[in-house]
């Protein structure tokens, strides 16, 4: 599985930003797709995350509510719909798979580039 993830950008707090993460290669209904952040300094952190195939969604309480996450079978991706972004929001965003197991927890076997967010107060 190979992950890229796009979409990223410079906007104003308050502002809306899409990234997508475009799948190649084979994902099974149980493969679970997560969003992950990294702002400077600090550690990688779960986000949001959805199961490919039933569509399960489990979110991080930081972004609840603000960001809804998607799958579109059409295109294979995973979409990440970012609204009332905060400062706090600012990192570089990745876009990650695994087979089964946990939907939040960080050991993902697949990893995408990361997509730089800023968010400016």
């Known amino acids: 599985v190979q992950l890229q993830a796009s979409g990223g950008g410079l906007v104003q707090a308050g502002a809306s930003l899409r990234l997508s993460c475009a799948s190649s290669?084979?994902?099974?209904?149980?493969?679970?797709m997560g969003w992950f952040r990294q702002a400077p300094g600090k550690e990688r952190e779960f986000v949001a995350a959805?199961?490919?195939?039933?569509?399960?969604?489990y979110y991080a309480d930081s972004v609840k509510g603000r960001f809804t996450i998607s799958r579109d079978y059409a295109k294979n991706t995973v979409n990440l719909q970012m609204n009332s972004l905060k400062p706090e929001d600012t990192a570089v965003y990745f876009c990650?798979?695994?087979?089964?197991?946990?939907?939040?927890?960080?050991?993902?076997?697949?990893w995408g580039q990361g997509t730089q967010v800023t968010v400016s107060s």
């Open positions: 290669g084979r994902t099974f209904s149980s493969y679970r």
């Open positions: 959805i199961t490919w195939g039933g569509g399960i969604t």
């Open positions: 990650a798979a695994r087979p089964g197991g946990s939907l939040y927890s960080i050991d993902y076997d697949y």
